[in-house]
Nanobody, 124 residues
Framework: QVQLVESGGGLVQVGGSLRLSCSAS????????MGWFRQAPGKDREFVAG????????YSPDSVKGRLTISRDNAKNTVYLQMNSLSPEDTAVYYC?????????????????WGQGTQVTVSS
């Protein structure tokens, strides 16, 4: 069992930056691929970044590539999402998720554990 707790969300102005953190419980964090998803009001939840167990493989869709960067620190059981050049379209609840496998997938049904989410609001 893995428990995930996100932090770092908040209100930021257009063009600003935020770094989200996701702390995981359990001794096997380093065995899990991790992902970040987001859900804007009235929209489906979407994948925005994923990282393999050893941080060698990372993937983000073109819509956020270059602005949202995922990283992890297995010694701290933590995964991060660095978000730069934020726009109002980035406003959403951001969720971190763990997959009981080593490599990234983009479908949310391939992730086994989820955090409660953290709100990011970008004001214009």
């Amino acid at each position: 069992q893995v428990q995930l707790v996100e932090s770092g969300g908040g209100l930021v102005q257009v063009g600003g930056s935020l770094r989200l953190s996701c702390s995981a419980s359990g001794r096997t964090f380093s065995c899990y691929a991790m992902g970040w998803f987001r859900q804007a009001p009235g929209k489906d939840r979407e994948f925005v970044a994923g990282i393999s167990w050893n941080a060698i493989n990372r993937y983000s869709p073109d819509s956020v590539k270059g602005r949202l960067t995922i990283s992890r620190d297995n010694a701290k059981n933590t995964v991060y999402l660095q978000m730069n050049s934020l726009s109002p379209e980035d406003t959403a609840v951001y969720y971190c998720a763990a997959r009981s496998a080593r490599y990234v997938r983009i479908r949310e049904d391939e992730y086994d554990y989820w955090g409660q989410g953290t709100q990011v609001t970008v004001s214009s």
